[in-house]
């Protein structure tokens, strides 16, 4: 659930001045489909904002995970966006990620602080006449943190950031996501991959309902290097899928 509001959404806002939120619900179905996934949450809300001005736009998520007894854990991202071209195609780019999270252990609950990351560098965003089409790329500079917590040192890398949007049959389906690859000395190979596609149905596009603002979907978490499991590894491949709901405000 991770960092993308639909981009479609986003450059239109960019280009009409206006605003725009919206609420998502997943029911995760990693711990049913991976043995080795029996810890992983059930249940993640993201909260995503995306407000644009004359000089750029800022984007802000939140994901909050849950399981049967709470919540778990959570996450945000905030990134800031200033324009470099009349036409807002180019753009500096500077973000924020970090967060926190539990797990169990012997004779209880852990906590673990997540090791905080700053990006720089630039963005490149394109959309088609009528918006249906929309893509964007980022390619940062990204500083990790000390982490005292689990004793990880800072360190420097870079992270390739791609964000796509396509809203197709008369506006009635929508196919978005994004795909990041990073830099972390700590795993196999030293790069992370990670990339959510979704797929929506619109509900305010059928009769009748063009005033309900629910879409219905999934998403599914591809990536490597990136899931811890109930080994404390995060050294695996995995394709973990969703069954989504989502609000726009």
């Known amino acids: 659930m991770k960092k993308f509001f639909s981009l479609v959404i986003a450059l239109m806002a960019m280009t009409t001045s206006m605003q725009a939120q919206n609420v998502q619900l997943h029911y995760d179905l990693g711990h049913s489909l991976y043995d080795d996934l029996s810890n992983r949450q059930s249940v993640t809300t993201t909260v995503e904002m995306f407000k644009p001005d004359k000089w750029g736009s800022t984007f802000l998520f939140t994901d909050i995970d849950y399981k049967k ?37 012997e004779n209880g609950y852990s906590g673990n602080r997540y090791q905080h990351a700053f990006l720089a560098g630039g963005a490149w965003n394109w959309h088609s006449q009528d ?50 690859l990073w830099y972390d000395p700590n795993v196999n190979g030293k790069l992370i991959f ?46 973990i899928p969703t069954i989504a709901a989502k609000w726009t405000f």
Not at 70 to 94: D, M, P
Not at 217 to 226: L, P, Q
């Open 69 to 105: 007894d709470g919540t778990i854990g959570a996450y945000w991202e905030i990134a800031r966006e200033f324009n470099l071209t009349q036409n807002k195609q180019w753009a500096a780019h500077v973000e924020y990620n970090g967060g926190a999270g539990t797990g169990e252990a």
């Open 131 to 180: 918006f249906s089409k929309t893509f964007s790329v980022q390619l940062m500079y990204k500083y990790y943190f000390v982490n005292h917590h689990t004793g990880y040192r800072p360190f420097s890398g870079f992270q390739l950031t791609e964000v796509w949007g396509l809203t197709f049959a008369k506006g009635l389906c929508t196919f978005d996501g994004f795909a990041d």
């Open 194 to 239: 990670l990339t959510e596609p979704q797929f929506w149905v619109n509900m305010n596009k059928l009769k009748g309902w063009d005033k309900i603002n629910l879409s219905l979907g999934t998403e599914v978490e591809i990536s490597n290097n990136f899931v811890w499991n109930n080994k404390g590894k995060n050294n695996k491949f995995y394709a």
